[in-house]
């Protein structure tokens, strides 16, 4: 797949087949990521893996409902509506109504993996976006694809 096609195809996946990531890939992924570029080569990154840990899962995914609902859950779906314009009109209230209520966010409890990049507070004023750019675009090369 060249980059083109992956920008073209990436897109973010929220239902999980059940089919475990080879650990070769996992480690060929984070392996790759590390090469990003970096301000002054600082590589102020790192990454938590979590596999096997389902209440860590679970919590993430708690949390990450919980914030979407208070970001999402606040606004009127007139005005955030704008921000879902790619969903079909038919299912855009549906969709909204999801994420109001945060329930599009729960994916992480059904990842075979979840990664987190972390950046080091000592490097505050420094973006980690390189970092997630390669990221995001080694497992849509990969064919695994993801959700950011």
Same mark, same amino acid.
């Given at each position: 797949?060249?980059v083109f096609e992956?920008?073209?195809?990436?897109?973010?996946?929220?239902?999980?087949?059940?089919? @475990?990531?080879?650990? *070769?890939?996992?480690?060929? $992924?984070? !392996?790759?990521? +590390?090469? =990003?570029? &970096?301000?002054?080569?600082?590589?102020?990154?790192?990454?938590?893996?979590? @596999?096997?840990?389902? *209440?860590?899962?679970?919590? $993430?995914? !708690?949390?990450? +409902?919980? =914030?979407? &609902?208070?970001?999402?859950?606040?606004?009127?779906?007139?005005?955030?509506?704008?921000?879902?314009?790619?969903?079909?009109?038919?299912?855009?209230?549906?969709?909204?109504?999801?994420?109001?209520?945060?329930?599009?966010?729960?994916?992480?409890?059904?990842?075979?993996?979840?990664?987190?990049?972390?950046?080091?507070?000592?490097?505050?004023?420094?973006?980690?976006?390189?970092?997630?750019?390669?990221?995001?675009?080694?497992?849509?090369?990969?064919?695994i694809l993801n959700?950011?």
């Open positions: 797949m060249d992956a920008v073209r195809t990436r897109r973010s996946i929220r239902d999980f087949t059940g089919e @475990r990531i080879p650990d *070769e890939d996992l480690e060929k $992924i984070l !392996d790759t990521a +590390r090469y =990003a570029p &970096s301000p002054e080569n600082m590589q102020m990154w790192r990454y938590v893996v979590i @596999r096997e840990d389902q *209440e860590l899962k679970k919590f $993430i995914a !708690d949390v990450s +409902r919980q =914030a979407a &609902s208070e970001l999402f859950g606040s606004a009127p779906y007139e005005i955030t509506q704008g921000r879902i314009w790619y969903v079909p009109d038919h299912n855009r209230p549906a969709t909204f109504e999801d994420m109001r209520l945060g329930d599009l966010f729960e994916y992480p409890r059904d990842a075979d993996v979840v990664i987190i990049g972390c950046g080091s507070e000592t490097f505050h004023d420094s973006p980690l976006i390189y970092e997630l750019e390669y990221f995001g675009s080694i497992v849509v090369a990969m064919g959700m950011w």
